[in-house]
């Protein structure tokens, strides 16, 4: 079992869709939490950063943390085509961050 | 002004061969790593330096080898290459003490023929 599950997608939705995304982990000493989105043949970039349990919420992305059911989401709201993207959660221990699968997010036009 | 650049962007070769990807960094970070991202898009950490020192080493074929000369460099060797090696490796850095966020490079696709 992989310490960071999270469902590959694909996810197509309409312009103006609320995205939902999660990942669920299996180790408790994770301590902080990440999205991070991925451009096709581009690095991925940071878009939120958790270390605690409950909502953060930044423009049209919100994060959420349960650590009691070790579960993660984010939120994107009033999605845009720009918005296309594989969004890959993160995970950090001791200075090592692991990844989620990747979800690859298509938001038509 | 790149934050964090990987050169070459693409690097095609036949098996058996050796070969290097160099990475800079230029936000003043003391941590670099390398990652490297199969086919099905799995980020997976390889390496990490702080401060030139080998701080991460995940189970990793010793055909690879990082080298950091100074905080700002992290360049991966590669050895006799297979054609499981062909992937995207990407490069990035932050600051250990904190938050670890994290920035990374365009990334280097690297196919094994």
């Known amino acids: 079992q992989k310490e960071v599950e999270q469902d590959p997608g694909p996810l197509s939705v309409p312009e103006g869709a609320i995205v939902s995304l999660n990942c669920t982990y299996s180790?408790?000493?994770?301590?902080?939490f990440m999205w991070y989105r991925q451009y096709s043949r581009k690095g991925p970039e940071l878009l939120m950063y958790t270390y605690s349990s409950g909502n953060k919420e930044d423009g049209r992305f919100t994060a959420q943390v349960d650590k009691s059911s070790k579960y993660i989401s984010l939120f994107i709201r009033d999605s845009q085509p720009s918005d296309s993207a594989t969004y890959l959660c993160?995970?950090?221990?001791?200075?090592?961050?692991?990844f989620g699968a990747g979800t690859t997010v298509t938001v038509r036009a | 002004d790149t934050a964090v650049s990987q050169t070459p962007k693409y690097l095609v070769t036949q098996m058996g061969n050796d070969k290097s990807i160099k990475c800079e960094q230029n936000?003043?970070?003391?941590?670099m790593y390398w990652y490297k991202q199969d086919s099905k898009k799995f980020l997976k950490i390889m390496f990490s330096?702080?401060?030139?020192?080998?701080?991460i080493n995940e189970t990793v074929p010793n055909r690879f080898s990082p080298k950091s000369p100074d905080k700002a460099h992290l360049n991966l060797h590669i050895n006799s290459l297979e054609l499981g090696d062909s992937a995207v490796y990407f490069c990035?850095?932050?600051?250990?003490?904190?938050?670890?966020?994290?920035?990374f490079g365009p990334g280097t696709r690297l196919t094994v023929l």
């Open positions: 990035a850095s932050s600051q250990r003490e904190g938050r670890n966020e994290q920035f």
């Open positions: 993160a995970m950090d221990r001791d200075y090592k961050l692991s």
């Open positions: 180790n408790s000493a994770f301590q902080y």
């Open positions: 330096y702080n401060n030139k020192e080998l701080i």
């Open positions: 936000l003043g970070h003391d941590t």
